[in-house]
């Protein structure tokens, strides 16, 4: 079974900063989806980036950018220029690709960062 | 374009009884999953609809069960509740299932 594990709890940044967040995986597929998820006090969890396993370009949207490092199996997201909006619980998530069309598993997720920002 | 929308937003129940949640996704998504969140336990996946028919199933008890209907709309049900099964439960919805799935606000669920 996929598992993902981020290993700090709880990060905290000054606002204006730059902080990364860490997530590995654990997987023996070679085609799949990475994804960082953020989840706000409002509950709702927002898609902030993602990654397909056999893109070698990292994924950048705006302020986000990831480090993906397949063989290594380690998969951070650095948020540039930290604003208050950015606190919220974030959530590194992996998926199967099935190019196959048979069907497809859930998402498997990290058991969160919770990202303070420091005004 | 409308979000994903899940009803109600907060449920209150007593263990025995059984409840039912409502997901309805963004128009033209076909797939429908869903997941639950406790604070042990993390996000974990319950199960996938696409074109009404359950694609997956995570690994839950068979108290938990739903089915989709042609218009996508997706409904899942709990029965016999226990106390642990108080939790959030979140519909996300996507075109087909591969790609960026979309999340719904959630149906806080509390047994008691």
């Known amino acids: 079974a996929q598992t993902v594990t981020q290993s700090q709890p709880e990060m905290s940044v000054q606002e204006a900063e730059t902080v990364t967040l860490s997530c590995t995986y654990d997987?023996?597929?070679?085609?799949?989806?990475l994804f960082w998820y953020k989840q706000p006090p409002s509950r709702q969890m927002i898609l902030v980036i993602r990654?397909?396993?056999?893109?070698?370009q990292n994924a950048t949207e705006n302020r986000f950018s990831v480090n993906f490092q397949k063989a290594a199996k380690s998969f951070s997201l650095k948020i540039s220029d930290s604003q208050l909006g950015d606190a919220a619980m974030y959530f590194c998530?992996?998926?199967?690709?099935?190019?196959?069309?048979?069907?497809?598993?859930?998402?498997?997720f990290g058991k969160g960062t919770h990202l303070i920002i420091q005004p | 374009k409308a979000g994903v929308t899940q009803t109600p937003r907060y449920l209150i129940k007593t263990r025995g009884q059984q409840v039912t949640l409502s997901c309805s996704p963004i128009s033209g998504h076909r797939s429908v999953s869903w997941y639950q969140q406790t604070p042990g336990q993390g996000l974990q996946f319950l199960f996938e609809y696409f074109s009404e028919t359950q694609r997956n199933k995570g690994n839950f008890p068979g108290r938990f069960s739903g089915r989709q209907f042609s218009n996508s709309r997706s409904e899942m049900n709990v029965s016999t509740l226990e106390l642990g099964d108080s939790a959030l439960y979140l519909c996300?919805?996507?075109?087909?299932?591969?790609?960026?799935?979309?999340f719904g606000s959630g149906t806080q669920l509390s047994v008691l």
């Open positions: 996300a919805s996507s075109l087909a299932g591969y790609e960026k799935l979309f």
């Open positions: 990654q397909e396993a056999y893109k070698q």
């Open positions: 997987t023996s597929e070679s085609d799949y989806y």
């Open positions: 998530a992996y998926r199967e690709s099935n190019p196959g069309g048979g069907g497809a598993d859930g998402l498997t």
